[in-house]
């Protein structure tokens, strides 16, 4: 694959996946260093989409800790069941929040974020980690996001 990514730019956010997954798996297959994976994986949400803040927390020694990311400086260390992304460690779901501000127990790592979408990865049966993406948009995601962006997790080669 090239290394530039593709998106046409009249294309709806369904179309901007749909194109956007080819190009993932043809840049995922062959690589087995899970970092680069979710490094270029962020990379192509945040150049596809334009999100505020897009990166992966890992689970390690029972917390989530911050990993590959492309966005403001983010919180480094989250506990297991706390802010969304604890929350959908917790849950093992993916987790929409439209705003923020209603999220009880919501960590605000930057106050420009308005909503938010969590996704757990799994490997073995287990959460070894969450994709967080924020908008710093109200009401930004919706199920086409999570259908995509779960989608998008089942291609990691972890």
Known sequence: MSKSLIISSDADKVQRYEEL?????????GESDVIANLANTVAMLKEAFGF???????????????????GSLACTRIGYGKGVCGTAWKRGCT???PDVDQFEGHIACNSLSRSEIVVPVFKDGNVMGVL?????????????????????IKLLPL
């Open 21 to 29: 997954l080819p190009q993932l798996k043809a840049l995922l297959d």
């Open 52 to 70: 505020f803040w897009v990166g992966f927390y890992l689970v390690k020694a029972e917390q989530l800790v911050l990993g590959p990311f492309q």
């Open 95 to 97: 987790i929409v929040v």
């Open 132 to 152: 967080d993406i924020d908008s710093d948009q109200l009401d930004t995601f919706d199920e086409s996001d999570v259908r995509y962006l779960e989608k998008m």
